[in-house]
């Protein structure tokens, strides 16, 4: 079984973003335009940025290119036994919920296993998931980038080179187009609460 790193992958976001950062990021102010919408002590500042990855469509494809509406971000891998599949089985609800609601969004599946997710496998994965998930890969330096800046952890482990497992953090990011990174979600997250909330930062950001 995989390891989930949620409260000890937090205090590794504190701790990467440093003093002064994590200080912003704890004191946000009321003049925040989403501070009425806003569940979580880290939220905007110095997490997420720009990156280069792969689509399943196998374009070569930035953040801009795929972050067009608020949008659920989440790194993990398609071997992944049991934690990624209800996780990214609860986004494709909160999408459902979102579009019931009216409000546009979508989700990201970035790899964290590019040796055995190709475009291929991450778009079957994600086709399976929701239409409006999309899969994403690269090659070991572009997940490597995207994932630190995005704060995230993952760790192959010993093993069947064809079954082995990966460490990694469980958070699910929420991204707004020219915003940036504005909240995230644990797993413990419904697809009710995640919907309120991202509708709540869609509406602040229109």
């Given at each position: 079984?995989?390891?989930?790193?949620?409260?000890?992958?937090?205090?590794?976001?504190?701790?990467?973003?440093?003093?002064?950062?994590?200080?912003?990021?704890?004191?946000?102010?009321?003049?925040?335009?989403?501070?009425?919408?806003?569940?979580?002590?880290?939220?905007?500042?110095?997490?997420?940025?720009?990156?280069?990855?792969?689509?399943?469509?196998?374009?070569?494809?930035?953040?801009?290119?795929?972050?067009?509406?608020?949008?659920?971000?989440?790194?993990?891998?398609?071997?992944?036994?049991?934690?990624?599949?209800?996780?990214?089985?609860?986004?494709?609800?909160?999408?459902?919920?979102?579009?019931?609601?009216?409000?546009?969004?979508?989700?990201?599946?970035?790899?964290?296993?590019?040796?055995?997710?190709?475009?291929?496998?991450?778009g079957e994965y994600t086709d399976v998931m929701h239409p409006k998930m999309l899969g994403l890969t690269g090659s070991?330096?572009?997940?490597?980038?995207?994932?630190?800046?995005?704060?995230?952890?993952?760790?192959?482990?010993?093993?069947?080179?064809?079954?082995?497992?990966?460490?990694?953090?469980?958070?699910?990011?929420?991204?707004?187009?020219?915003?940036?990174?504005?909240?995230?979600?644990?797993?413990?997250?419904?697809?009710?609460?995640?919907?309120?909330?991202?509708?709540?930062?869609?509406?602040?950001?229109?």
């Open positions: 079984m995989n390891k989930i790193y949620s409260a000890t992958a937090l205090g590794l976001v504190v701790a990467m973003l440093g003093g002064t950062a994590a200080y912003v990021l704890l004191n946000r102010g009321a003049e925040d335009e989403f501070a009425s919408c806003s569940s979580s002590a880290i939220a905007g500042g110095d997490i997420g940025g720009p990156f280069e990855l792969v689509s399943e469509t196998g374009a070569t494809v930035t953040d801009t290119d795929v972050i067009t509406d608020p949008t659920l971000v989440y790194f993990g891998y398609t071997f992944c036994p049991d934690v990624c599949p209800l996780d990214t089985a609860r986004n494709a609800s909160a999408l459902d919920i979102l579009a019931d609601m009216g409000v546009d969004a979508g989700a990201l599946f970035i790899s964290i296993d590019p040796e055995r997710d190709t475009p291929e496998v991450v070991a330096e572009q997940v490597k980038a995207a994932s630190q800046a995005y704060k995230t952890y993952y760790k192959k482990q010993p093993g069947d080179p064809d079954y082995y497992l990966v460490d990694h953090s469980t958070f699910t990011y929420l991204v707004l187009p020219e915003k940036g990174f504005v909240e995230f979600f644990r797993r413990d997250s419904t697809p009710e609460q995640m919907a309120e909330t991202v509708a709540c930062y869609a509406g602040a950001s229109s």
